[in-house]
Antibody, heavy 121, light 111 residues
Framework: EVQLVESGGGLVQPGGSLRLSCAPS????????MRWVRQAPGKGLEWVSGVSAGGFSTYYAESVKGRFTISRDTSKNTLYLQMNSLRAEDTAVYFCAKSRGGGRNSGFDHWGQGTLVTVSS | QSVLTQPPSVSGAPGQRVTISCTGS?????????VHWYQHLPGTAPKLLIYDNNNRPSGVPDRFSGSKSGTSASLAITGLQAEDEADYYCQSYDSSLSGYVFGTGTKVTVL
């Protein structure tokens, strides 16, 4: 059974940093692109970032470009999202999601339960 | 600021059919990028409902179906059940934004 478990969320002050982790199981992590999606309170889903299966290509939404960094560690079988210069508008539940296949046309076939990030003083 | 537009809410009685529209543009749905649909209950992990416009993952009831035409797509739920009450999102890729885009989301209420 595919499982994705996020961790690392919490309360952080504006301008601060946080690193989210996502621990996958039940599939070969190295074979699939991975993505981060967030949902702000009372709002819809918003794609944040993506990384290719090999980790060589990364992609970001304009709202986080230059502040967030996605990465994957195959030795630790973990996906990360380093979030710097956090703003109040980054407050959201962050989900990691697995790409169903390769390429930009693929949907997200498995999701974690999410981890809450709150940016507030 | 979602680039895919959905109605905020739809409702129907048990057993009825409801449809949810997803309107995009020439840089996403109209550019032949596939549309995917997700069901989301607050506090839980979103679930892939339809992939590649009209395909159901294993375990998704055939009451759910998807279609795509031009710059729009739609999700249909037939034989509406109480357990279908949830938020539904369409999703595609946008070449102008060079990233994935979600719809504004639709809340389905079973009367």
């Amino acid at each position: 059974e595919v499982q994705l478990v996020e961790s690392g969320g919490g309360l952080v002050q504006p301008g601060g940093s946080l690193r989210l982790s996502c621990a996958p199981s039940g599939f070969n992590f190295n074979d699939y692109a991975m993505r981060w999606v967030r949902q702000a309170p009372g709002k819809g889903l918003e794609w944040v970032s993506g990384v290719s299966a090999g980790g060589f290509s990364t992609y970001y939404a304009e709202s986080v470009k230059g502040r967030f960094t996605i990465s994957r560690d195959t030795s630790k079988n973990t996906l990360y999202l380093q979030m710097n210069s956090l703003r109040a508008e980054d407050t959201a539940v962050y989900f990691c999601a697995k790409s169903r296949g390769g390429g930009r046309n693929s949907g997200f076939d498995h999701w974690g339960q999410g981890t809450l990030v709150t940016v507030s003083s | 600021q979602s680039v895919l537009t959905q109605p905020p809410s739809v409702s129907g009685a048990p057993g009825q059919r409801v449809t949810i529209s997803c309107t995009g543009s020439s840089s996403n749905i109209g550019a032949t990028y596939d549309v995917h649909w997700y069901q989301h209950l607050p506090g839980t992990a979103p679930k892939l409902l339809i992939y590649d416009n009209n395909n159901r993952p294993s375990g998704v009831p055939d009451r759910f179906s998807g279609s795509k035409s031009g710059t729009s797509a739609s999700l249909a739920i037939t034989g509406l059940q109480a357990e279908d009450e949830a938020d539904y999102y369409c999703q595609s890729y946008d070449s102008s934004l060079s990233g994935y885009v979600f719809g504004t989301g639709t809340k389905v209420t079973v009367l």
